[in-house]
Structures are given as structure tokens and as C-alpha cells.
């Protein structure tokens, strides 16, 4: 390292300095406000654009009743195709939703598997594949149901999933592996609401 025993020597190691590299940190300036500014802009755009979302969604939301015209219907299904983001798996649950009231459990089944491939968030997915385990089996589709509740992962719903799968293993007509998926389920503490009802469960098993 050079030891410089004067302010001029000082002063003309900086000028050579700058005069060997002043280009090269001029361009490395001017990238760095570049990016700054770049990721400022796109902050803003994708604040700007999930706040647009969220108004949306919640329009088309609340008019996605279950009494809802086509016009409404279909204008829900726009927003759920042009949005794959969290949004358009709500909407597209929201469909499930409005065909399952109807009975149409193949279309549900359609909506929510659109609906997972919208999202990467571990736990509204959890909460799409219940649902679609539920659709499943209320159109008959037993092994799918039971295939479905294996992409439950988080254990904050695993209680959740057993007490589906107790109801997928009673429909097929083993008692014993509904008991056991019962008792598994509120071995994880759920709450009190659903504990009382894997206890109803239990009971009928019983009796």
C-alpha cells in the first residue's frame, strides 16, 4: 500500500486514479441509480397492480352469488382466466363454489384444480386441495379424494385432512381406517368446533 507523505501527492494520486477508473465509476453510478430507480418503478407497478386486483375481486366476488346470472357468472370467469395470481385462485374457488351449489361437481373439480395452479402459497393451496377432496367426493370419486388430501402438506391442516380422509375410507366402506383418520385428526388438537365433530363421527362408528 503507498504511503503518500504530502497533500499534493494526496491530491495527484486521486486525480491519476480518477483519470485511470473515473469511466468505469461514472457506468457503475449510473447502473446502480438505474436499478434503484427500475426497482422503485416496478414496487410501484406491483402495488399498483394487486391493489387493482383486490378491487376487482371483490366486485366480482360479491356479485358471484348463488343466484348469479351467466352475465355475472361469465365475468367471474374472465377475472379467474386473466389473473393467475392469488386472486384468480379465489375466483376460480369462487366458481367451484357457485357449480358445486349447483350440483356440478365436474365443473367444480375443473375450477379448483385451475384454481391450484394459480398459486404458490402453501397454505391457500392446502385450503383449494380440502375443498377439492370435498368436490371429489361428493361426485363419487372416492381415490381421486384420497389422492388429493396427499397434497396437504402443512401440519396446521393436517387435522383438517384426516377428517376428510375418515369420510373418503366410511364412504368406501372401511370402518377401521375411517376410526383411525378420525382419532389421528383429533390427536392434533384441533379446534373445539371440529373436535366435537370428529367425536360425533367416532360415536356413529360405534353405535
Given at each position: 500500500?503507498?504511503?503518500?507523505?504530502?497533500?499534493?501527492?494526496?491530491?495527484?494520486?486521486l486525480?491519476?486514479?480518477?483519470?485511470?477508473?473515473?469511466?468505469a465509476?461514472?457506468?457503475?453510478?449510473?447502473?446502480?441509480?438505474a436499478?434503484?430507480?427500475?426497482?422503485?418503478?416496478?414496487?410501484?407497478?406491483?402495488?399498483?397492480?394487486?391493489?387493482?386486483?383486490?378491487?376487482?375481486?371483490?366486485?366480482?366476488?360479491?356479485?358471484?352469488?348463488?343466484?348469479?346470472?351467466?352475465?355475472r357468472?361469465?365475468a367471474?370467469q374472465?377475472?379467474?382466466?386473466?389473473?393467475?395470481?392469488?386472486?384468480?385462485?379465489?375466483?376460480?374457488?369462487?366458481?367451484?363454489?357457485?357449480?358445486?351449489?349447483?350440483?356440478?361437481?365436474?365443473?367444480?373439480?375443473?375450477q379448483?384444480?385451475?384454481?391450484?395452479?394459480?398459486?404458490?402459497?402453501?397454505?391457500?393451496?392446502?385450503?383449494?386441495?380440502l375443498?377439492?377432496?370435498?368436490?371429489?367426493?361428493q361426485?363419487?370419486?372416492?381415490d381421486?379424494?384420497?389422492?388429493?388430501?396427499?397434497?396437504?402438506?402443512?401440519?396446521?391442516?393436517?387435522?383438517?385432512?384426516?377428517?376428510?380422509?375418515?369420510?373418503?375410507?366410511?364412504i368406501?366402506?372401511d370402518?377401521?381406517?375411517?376410526?383411525?383418520?378420525?382419532?389421528k385428526?383429533?390427536?392434533?388438537?384441533?379446534?373445539?368446533?371440529?373436535?366435537?365433530?370428529?367425536?360425533?363421527?367416532?360415536?356413529?362408528?360405534?353405535?
Amino acid at each position: 500500500m503507498e504511503v503518500y507523505s504530502s497533500e499534493n501527492e494526496q491530491r495527484e494520486a486521486l486525480v491519476r486514479f480518477f483519470a485511470d477508473n473515473g469511466k468505469a465509476l461514472v457506468i457503475g453510478v449510473i447502473i446502480g441509480i438505474a436499478a434503484l430507480v427500475g426497482w422503485r418503478y416496478w414496487h410501484n407497478h406491483q402495488n399498483d397492480s394487486m391493489m387493482k386486483s383486490s378491487a376487482a375481486w371483490q366486485q366480482v366476488n360479491t356479485a358471484l352469488t348463488s343466484d348469479a346470472d351467466q352475465q355475472r357468472v361469465d365475468a367471474a370467469q374472465k377475472f379467474a382466466d386473466s389473473n393467475n395470481n392469488n386472486y384468480g385462485a379465489l375466483t376460480s374457488m369462487d366458481l367451484a363454489r357457485f357449480y358445486a351449489e349447483k350440483g356440478d361437481f365436474a365443473t367444480a373439480e375443473k375450477q379448483l384444480k385451475k384454481a391450484l395452479t394459480q398459486t404458490k402459497e402453501e397454505n391457500l393451496q392446502s385450503l383449494i386441495n380440502l375443498r377439492l377432496a370435498r368436490v371429489q367426493l361428493q361426485g363419487k370419486n372416492v381415490d381421486g379424494a384420497l389422492t388429493t388430501l396427499a397434497g396437504v402438506k402443512p401440519a396446521a391442516w393436517s387435522a383438517l385432512a384426516d377428517d376428510v380422509r375418515g369420510d373418503a375410507q366410511l364412504i368406501k366402506g372401511d370402518n377401521q381406517a375411517a376410526r383411525d383418520a378420525y382419532d389421528k385428526a383429533l390427536k392434533a388438537n384441533p379446534p373445539q368446533a371440529l373436535q366435537a365433530l370428529l367425536r360425533m363421527k367416532l360415536n356413529n362408528l360405534s353405535s
